[in-house]
């Protein structure tokens, strides 16, 4: 086989493969003249069967192939973009937020019509955006209240970003409704509110005696389960307190208790609890307490008070009385343990610390 016969050989076998990918293909995927594919399929039986290579039929062939090619790859890219494209459109009409796009002509565009019925026809005039301001920023996100076409308020959330495309500027912007989302922040955070009332002190802003004697009655249910008995409690009051009020005023008074508490909170460990009891009762839980880190902390506490210079009444005292928690201790005996504690501290001169372990046992 010369070489010349060998190259003209690969060369029809090529052909022959390149004719027939672009006759498969262009049958099943692209819309051509049929009347051409004829005239090319003719010039190839005549290639095929009489094996004449005439210049028309390699000329027909090659075009007609060509065209095929070309028409299925054209056709393919086209339903591809055209498949992009309406996913896109029924993406944007499945969102929960109305999308729109402005001009810096005021021209005014609705990107999806999903959320048609939400918003009324006067959105426009409503977004309200500048886009020269917004050229500035880039990047907008605002919340706030607008009404819709049945006349009511509704809360929604815009956010407006700045775009170019083919050297024209605009803005897209999408509006959202969250008056759902809304009225669950606010009912969270009127729960929240709630609570705080319920479990704080109003003038110092610590726990109080109804939280305080939550947390007591779940540290003393643990304490039982585990046999740990490693809880303390400290009572303490403010010495002579009527004679506060009585010289310089319920106002001195309530800013002196204010005062003390931010004392006190300086020794207050992480896990500890500190409440307002009543009156100018203070009351502090230990955890992982036992005698002597219990009285280290009291007298920190009553060091520290007695040396801070209070807003115009200047120096004042405190009694505590310490109570460390027996196993089968309930809320009210540990309390009278701390209360007796106390009572002998003022008894005894005020100004003091007593602790009592048990009943009767008062050191």
Same mark, same amino acid.
């Given at each position: 086989?010369?070489?010349?016969?060998?190259?003209?050989?690969?060369?029809?076998?090529?052909?022959?493969?390149?004719?027939?990918?672009?006759?498969?293909?262009?049958?099943?995927?692209?819309?051509?003249?049929?009347?051409?594919?004829?005239?090319?399929?003719?010039?190839?039986?005549?290639?095929?069967?009489?094996?004449?290579?005439?210049?028309?039929? $390699?000329?027909?062939?090659?075009?007609?192939?060509?065209?095929?090619?070309?028409?299925?790859?054209?056709?393919?890219?086209?339903?591809?973009?055209?498949?992009?494209?309406?996913?896109?459109?029924?993406?944007?009409?499945?969102?929960?937020?109305?999308?729109?796009?402005?001009?810096?002509?005021?021209?005014?565009?609705?990107? *999806?019509?999903?959320?048609?019925?939400?918003?009324?026809?006067?959105?426009?005039?409503?977004?309200?955006?500048?886009?020269?301001?917004?050229?500035?920023?880039?990047?907008?996100?605002?919340?706030?209240?607008?009404?819709?076409?049945?006349?009511?308020?509704?809360?929604?959330?815009?956010?407006?970003?700045?775009?170019?495309?083919?050297?024209?500027?605009?803005?897209?912007?999408?509006?959202?409704?969250?008056?759902?989302?809304?009225?669950?922040?606010?009912?969270?955070?009127?729960?929240?509110?709630?609570?705080?009332?319920?479990?704080?002190?109003?003038?110092?802003?610590?726990?109080?005696?109804?939280?305080?004697?939550?947390?007591?009655?779940?540290?003393?249910?643990?304490?039982?389960?585990?046999?740990?008995?490693?809880?303390?409690?400290?009572?303490?009051?403010?010495?002579?307190?009527?004679?506060? *009020?009585?010289?310089?005023?319920?106002?001195?008074?309530?800013?002196?208790?204010?005062?003390?508490?931010?004392?006190?909170?300086?020794?207050?460990?992480?896990?500890?609890?500190?409440?307002?009891?009543?009156?100018?009762?203070?009351?502090?839980?230990?955890?992982?307490?036992?005698?002597?880190?219990?009285?280290?902390?009291?007298?920190?506490?009553?060091?520290?008070?007695?040396?801070?210079?209070?807003?115009?009444?200047? *120096?004042?005292?405190?009694?505590?009385?310490?109570?460390?928690?027996?196993?089968?201790?309930?809320?009210?005996?540990?309390?009278?343990?701390?209360?007796?504690?106390?009572?002998?501290?003022? *008894?005894?001169?005020?100004?003091?610390?007593? $602790?009592?372990?048990?009943?009767?046992?008062?050191?």
């Amino acid at each position: 086989m010369s070489l010349q016969f060998e190259k003209k050989y690969i060369f029809n076998k090529i052909f022959l493969l390149f004719f027939l990918t672009g006759v498969l293909l262009g049958v099943l995927n692209a819309h051509i003249d049929m009347h051409f594919f004829y005239v090319g399929l003719g010039s190839f039986l005549d290639f095929l069967i009489f094996n004449v290579p005439t210049p028309e039929a $390699y000329a027909r062939t090659l075009v007609l192939g060509i065209c095929i090619i070309f028409g299925y790859i054209f056709s393919k890219i086209y339903y591809e973009h055209l498949e992009y494209k309406l996913l896109l459109e029924y993406s944007l009409d499945k969102s929960y937020e109305a999308i729109f796009l402005l001009n810096k002509n005021g021209g005014f565009y609705r990107l *999806n019509k999903n959320k048609e019925e939400n918003f009324a026809y006067d959105i426009k005039d409503f977004l309200n955006l500048n886009i020269h301001d917004l050229k500035d920023k880039g990047h907008i996100k605002f919340k706030t209240k607008y009404i819709n076409k049945d006349n009511d308020f509704i809360n929604v959330e815009v956010i407006a970003n700045y775009i170019i495309y083919k050297d024209r500027e605009y803005f897209i912007a999408s509006v959202k409704d969250i008056s759902k989302k809304k009225d669950k922040e606010e009912i969270i955070k009127l729960n929240k509110e709630l609570e705080m009332l319920v479990n704080t002190d109003s003038l110092t802003g610590i726990s109080n005696r109804y939280k305080f004697d939550e947390t007591l009655k779940y540290h003393l249910a643990k304490n039982r389960r585990t046999d740990d008995k490693k809880l303390a409690l400290l009572i303490y009051d403010i010495d002579n307190f009527k004679k506060i *009020n009585d010289s310089f005023g319920h106002n001195v008074g309530d800013s002196v208790l204010k005062e003390l508490v931010e004392v006190t909170k300086k020794y207050i460990r992480q896990g500890d609890t500190f409440a307002r009891w009543g009156g100018e009762e203070f009351v502090v839980l230990l955890q992982n307490a036992n005698f002597q880190s219990s009285i280290s902390v009291a007298k920190k506490i009553h060091e520290a008070v007695k040396n801070h210079n209070f807003n115009k009444v200047k *120096n004042i005292t405190i009694s505590i009385g310490i109570a460390l928690a027996a196993n089968d201790d309930t809320a009210e005996l540990l309390f009278t343990k701390a209360d007796k504690a106390l009572y002998k501290a003022k *008894n005894d001169g005020r100004d003091r610390i007593a $602790y009592q372990k048990e009943i009767g046992e008062i050191y």
